[in-house]
């Protein structure tokens, strides 16, 4: 009769499993918090591009129409309204986080038939991260985050 040997070396051993441990989580605490910055990062680059896009098109929009139009910041939204008989043609509420940095509760950047637009500069920010919007006088956009 044969006699089954046991084979001691059927696993891993308790300080193989513990530094395998150790090492995931010095994974995990490194790479977690830069997580989170890489999600605000583009949240906020998605609302400040949003903002770029809504500002081009109302520019585009007042110079095919041959009206005014006028583009209304708020610290949490945005409108863009007819400035003849104040229709509203759009408005657009932020991801929550997200919000302008306005000196007054409300900013308005006129949109004329000409092309020709009021220059401002808006502050878009998060907890941590800014992005800067700046529009001249003939529509354009640049953001720098």
């Known amino acids: 009769m044969k006699i089954l040997s046991i084979n ?3 696993g891993f051993s308790l300080l193989e499993i513990s530094i395998a441990l150790v090492f995931s989580s010095l994974f995990l605490a490194i790479s977690v918090p830069s997580l989170a910055r ?3 990062t583009n949240l906020i680059k998605k ?16 110079t095919r129409e041959n009206r ?16 003849n008989n ?11 986080g ?3 940095d306005l000196n007054t509760p409300i900013q308005i950047i006129e949109f ?3 092309g020709v637009v ?11 991260l800014s992005c800067k919007i700046t529009i001249s006088l003939r529509a354009r956009v640049k953001v720098i985050c």
Do not use: C, W
């Open 98 to 100: 997200v919000s302008l």
């Open 8 to 10: 001691k070396n059927r």
């Open 38 to 40: 890489l999600k605000d």
């Open 68 to 83: 005014e139009y006028s583009f209304e910041l708020f610290n949490d939204k945005f409108q863009i309204r007819n400035s």
């Open 47 to 62: 609302e400040a591009h949003l903002i770029k896009v809504a500002l081009e098109n109302t520019s585009i929009l007042s």
């Open 118 to 128: 009021t220059p401002k500069t808006i502050k878009l920010k998060t907890e941590n």
């Open 86 to 96: 104040k229709k509203l043609k759009l408005t657009y509420k932020f991801k929550e």
């Open 112 to 114: 004329y038939s000409s």
